[in-house]
């Protein structure tokens, strides 16, 4: 199985001083996801916990919503010329009576990281498809101190990361703030996909008393992927894109943009967000 980190020589130069040493990288390669035994998606991905990332690729497309759904996940044998296994090609199967989506070139699942839908469609799409309504969980309120402790956490458990550098994470919270998950990818929605997947491999699905924290910017894919887990709250530690607000706005997500130290932007939601004194 591929690893997490590699080693590759570099040329470093610093102050005008010249050495060689070797660098630590974050490793990225490719993981085909098949259903069925049909090709679904290709992903760029850091190798690990891939069972989790495809589960929670296809809670994001709808076609997982509960652990029962999922009959089972394996990697593909065969894979190269000679018969081995790269592990970086995994089938899942659908437990009986699960519907198996429509799988052309085209991808008519309902939407993708990748897909390139946008506007309305994209989101009549989650809307109908979202198997855990946001508005139908307990109430989670949550304070801008709270919130403001978040990114730290975070910080503190990417173990990868500080070897790296180069690694998006994504964790989850309790709403009294306690982590309860994170995960590190080279891709940002990949990172979301295994803390879902994982928490649908644990049968915790919905998330309805979680807050998701993602440690870049928040797109229309990183919303899409909060609400169809039923993540009442997404904050991010940078901006959010116009169709993710528009989207939590429409499905009732508490959307956190621009979360540093004591500032934050709530673009949707507000009515968890416990302002105390402030106003």
Do not use: W
Not at 4 to 28: F, H, M, N, Y
Not at 215 to 221: K, M, T
């Amino acid at each position: 199985m591929g690893r997490v980190t590699e080693r590759r020589r570099t040329l470093r130069i610093r102050d005008g001083a010249v050495s060689t040493r070797p660098d630590t990288l974050v490793a990225e390669e490719p993981l085909e996801i098949r259903l069925g035994g049909r090709p679904l998606a290709i992903t760029m991905r850091t190798p690990g916990d891939d069972f989790a990332l495809a589960a929670g690729f296809l809670v994001s497309e709808g076609v997982l919503a509960t652990a029962a759904d999922l009959r089972s996940i394996v990697y593909c044998a065969g894979a190269q010329a000679d018969g081995s296994n790269t592990y970086n090609v995994v089938d899942v199967r659908l437990a009986p009576g699960v519907p198996v989506p429509d799988i052309t070139l085209e991808r008519n699942v309902y939407t993708t990281s990748s897909c390139g839908l946008c506007g309305k469609a994209s989101l009549d799409a989650v809307r109908t498809t979202a198997r855990h309504p946001i508005a139908d969980t307990p109430p989670v309120r949550v304070t801008p101190a709270l919130l403001s402790a978040l990114p730290d956490r975070l910080r503190a458990a990417q173990q990868v990361f500080d070897r790296t550098g180069g690694l998006h994470a994504a964790a989850l919270f309790s709403p009294e703030g306690e982590l309860v998950d994170v995960r590190e990818d080279v891709g940002r929605h990949n990172a979301v996909d295994k803390l879902v997947g994982r928490a649908l491999q644990d049968d915790r699905l919905p998330l309805s008393r979680s807050i998701l924290l993602v440690s870049g910017r928040a797109s229309f894919e990183l919303a899409q992927k909060a609400v169809m887990a039923g993540i009442p709250v997404l904050a991010a530690v940078s901006a959010p894109s116009s169709l993710a607000v528009d989207l939590a706005a429409d499905t009732g997500l508490t959307l956190v943009g621009f979360l540093r130290g004591g500032s934050m932007n709530v673009y949707a939601g507000d009515e968890r967000i416990d302002l105390g004194d402030l106003r």
